[in-house]
């Protein structure tokens, strides 16, 4: 099968995408393989892609986001069936979906919405499970307290499913970071109460609202960023959620005299640790896939670069990493 894959060129001494001719992946018990009908782009793409050194050359199939059709199950699989049309963000331990066909446990994989077109659909899996196991996993939100909650980055992939779940699903007021006109536009379009500039003091802005500062914090870009500053704005026991490793040291200390938590959410845990509870993925999937078919939750897609080709992958990367998309960019399956 093709597949568009990293590896080291040893001439221009870094990593580049090569389309290549691959093995389809073996089947194990609980596995299904799905034909590849659109991908979305992460942060964690380029990031694998970056680790592609001499030392260690690839080929790495990246991609971990894909919408398609189920076209083989494996010997046990009982959740899904031939033809399905499902979504999912795969293992980050195994071949992703830059691909013609890409195996995935079935725990892993929804069903996708109904209304949606595949691109739409692939827009959602990574950032939906984040957003979710973020809110109530790891801050243990209750959906009927009222609760303040301050998302850090809203206008970017997770952001955005998150902010539409806050609202959807929680009683909580929601404050959104957002600098730039546009993405002020799309999180108040996506429900945000407030909006606060990221640049400038969470709690004096906070505090012009009439808010003493918030309850809860997720915080979806580099801690190292915003730290000082959400240690500052958090109310007592409040938390923060971080779902980006920090580019430098924090000091914890900051969060000693109010008996703040600082707690972690890495969506792809539950599959390369293989949990016992990784269903909980599928079936959080399929609980938004019912919100979207519902008309209550929207994809987050806003870039749309054709099919799946180097060029318009590596354009995506180039992209992603501005650190100023809104959204997520979404290509179709590879090209033929």
Not at 190 to 205: C, F, H, I, S
Not at 232 to 261: A, D
Not at 279 to 291: G, M
Request: charged letters at 25%.
């Amino acid at each position: 099968m093709k597949a568009i894959a990293a590896v080291y060129d040893s001439i221009e001494k870094k990593s580049i995408l090569q389309i290549l001719d691959v093995q389809k992946e073996p089947m194990g018990p609980h596995d299904v393989r799905i034909e590849v009908k659109a991908i979305s782009v992460n942060p964690v793409d380029y990031k694998v892609r970056n680790s592609i050194t001499k030392e260690n050359p690839g080929p790495r199939i990246l991609g971990w986001d894909g919408a398609g059709v189920v076209t083989e199950l494996g010997a046990k699989v009982s959740t899904l069936q031939l033809g399905d049309e499902v979504f999912y963000a795969g293992d980050l331990k195994r071949p992703g979906s830059n691909a013609e066909f890409q195996v995935v446990d079935e725990f892993i994989v929804g069903k996708k919405p109904k209304t949606l077109s595949f691109k739409e659909a692939a827009s959602l899996p990574l950032t939906t499970i984040t957003a979710y196991e973020s809110i109530f996993e790891k801050l243990k939100l209750d959906p009927m307290t009222n609760k303040t909650v301050l998302v850090v980055a809203g206008a970017g992939g997770v952001g955005s499913i998150t902010i539409q779940i806050l609202k959807q699903k929680t009683n909580a007021k929601v404050i959104v970071t957002a600098s730039r006109k546009e993405s002020i536009t799309w999180v108040s379009s996506l429900g945000a109460d407030l909006v606060v500039n990221p640049n400038k003091d969470y709690l004096e802005q906070i505090q012009t609202f009439g808010l003493n500062g918030v309850d809860e914090a997720l915080l979806l870009s580099d801690p190292k960023d915003h730290f000082e500053n959400l240690a500052k704005v958090l109310l007592p026991f409040g938390n923060i959620c971080s779902i980006v490793e920090s580019g430098s040291p924090l000091n914890m200390n900051l969060l000693k005299s109010k008996s703040n938590g600082y707690l972690n959410e890495f969506m792809f845990t539950k599959s390369m640790c293989q949990t016992e509870d990784r269903i909980k993925q599928k079936q959080l999937l399929e609980e938004i896939a019912e919100l979207v078919d519902k008309g209550k939750i929207f994809p987050t897609n806003k870039l749309d670069l054709g099919e799946m080709t180097v060029e318009s992958l590596n354009k995506a990367h180039e992209l992603l990493q501005t650190g100023k998309t809104i959204g997520k960019i979404v290509l179709g399956g590879i090209k033929k």
